[in-house]
């Protein structure tokens, strides 16, 4: 049977304007703007929900936007879109590819921004079909893992309501038209991790009178690689990824220091700490046996909190998705090995309030059909992912991302 909450999304979204929110999405694409610097951005959707009749605040977090809609009793449902691009050169190609050199909207954030937007205009204009306040979040910094915490720091929740319930969704690389939903662990979190070698410098010829940070490094860096074959339990997963090294000016100077700069990911906090203490031990014995003047520096940088859906609430959000789009487009994939700063949006108070986030597929059915492979997962590994500079959506995507939203706050909103 058909809920009210999908028959009145259906009605609600029938009309969408599409030609105007391929026009707002392919603006957006070609203007993309780095974390905490999105004010293009952010001005734009700030103008279109105080049109849609939202009251709305700037400027939250640094750069976050916040539209509220009060419209009668009934609960507060929160939607929100990240806004922020990436420092990646483009190369998909596209008639409306970037035009900032070496910025991109490489994880979806255009995408998400443009069905939060269409989402919001819906259900404003329909707002005699449901009950209760929305808020609208178009929060900065997702990519650093700042913004969803600068705007609860910044008095989210004591200058509007507090949610009842948060929906937030991503694009993600798959066949267009598929809504991955898990109803719990669905993000692992996420560590930097940095590590500064201090050996002693000198002449490339007389390396016998030095202490050689890069070859330490080195030794480092593939000892590293144990910490997860050896080191944590294969129940558990876990990634160690080394995503930089940095050392030297010239061929024939052997330098004084060098940098590594690495990721990792996880699903407890136990195994984060054992892999975190595990880090420090190598890069201390590595350098101790090298024999470096001083000892390393380990410094632990961003970190993004694991993202864990209610599951009441996802399995709502997903028979309501399930009604609108087809049984047949709903899967589990399991627990992903990416990160998200939503949780943050979350905490209140001591308390978690309960969300559900979910995840929409949106490769261009062409590219899917000549990616190699016979399988799902084959494929997967194959087509242009977040943050790759061929990452490029399919524009048939923006009308159902916008019946996502729209059907899951009314599973809410409508009695």
């Known amino acids: 049977m058909t809920s009210a909450a999908a028959r009145t999304a259906r ?20 203007h993309p703007e780095l974390s905490l610097a999105e004010h293009r951005t952010a001005a734009g959707l700030a103008g279109r929900l105080r049109t849609a009749g939202y009251e709305t605040a700037e400027g939250v977090g640094g750069t976050g936007v916040v539209g509220m809609l009060r419209n009668g009793d009934g609960p ?82 004591e200058r509007f309501p507090r949610p009842d319930v948060l929906l937030a969704q991503h694009a993600v690389p798959g066949p267009a038209g598929l809504y991955a939903h898990s109803p719990g662990l669905i993000m692992s979190a996420s560590t930097d991790v940095d590590i500064v070698v201090h050996g002693r410098g000198g002449h490339g010829s007389r390396p016998e009178a030095t202490v050689d940070p890069v070859v330490t ?34 061929h024939n100077i052997i330098p004084s220091e060098a940098r590594i700069a690495l990721n990792i990911r996880t699903q407890s906090e136990e195994v984060r700490q054992r892999m975190i203490a595990a880090i420090r031990r190598i890069a201390a014995g590595e350098c101790r046996t090298a024999g470096c003047p001083r000892e390393p520096e380990v410094t632990v940088g961003n970190t993004f909190p694991v993202t864990v859906n209610d599951s009441e609430t996802d399995r709502r959000i997903a028979a309501v998705h399930g009604q609108v789009f087809g049984a047949a487009t709903i899967l589990d994939p399991g627990p992903a090995m990416g990160s998200e700063d939503f949780a943050h949006l979350a905490q209140h108070e001591g308390t978690r309030l309960p969300y559900s986030y979910w995840f929409v597929t949106c490769t261009p059915a062409d590219v899917w059909n000549a990616a190699p492979g016979t399988d799902l997962m084959d494929k997967f590994a194959a087509v242009p992912s977040n943050h790759s500079p061929h990452f490029a959506p399919d524009l048939s995507t923006l009308a159902p991302g916008v019946r996502t939203l729209v059907s899951g706050a009314l599973s809410y909103l409508v009695r």
């Open 11 to 30: 009605d609600l979204t029938a009309d969408l304007p599409v030609p105007a929110l391929e026009d707002l999405y392919q603006d957006l694409h070609r």
């Open 76 to 157: 507060t449902v929160l939607l929100r879109a990240d806004m922020d691009a990436l420092p990646v050169t483009e190369e998909t190609g596209l008639p409306y590819a970037s035009e900032h050199d070496g910025v991109m909207h490489a994880c979806g954030h255009d995408l998400h921004v443009t069905w939060l937007t269409g989402a919001a205009e819906a259900l404003a204009a329909g707002r005699d079909t449901w009950s209760g306040t929305l808020l609208v979040v178009g929060q900065p910094a997702e990519e650093t893992g700042q913004g969803a915490a600068l705007m609860t720091a910044d008095g989210l929740y």
């Open 217 to 250: 490094a080195a030794y480092l860096v593939t000892r590293l690689q144990t910490v997860v074959s050896r080191e944590i339990a294969a129940r558990e997963s876990a990634v160690l990824t080394v995503g930089r090294i940095e050392a030297g000016t010239r």
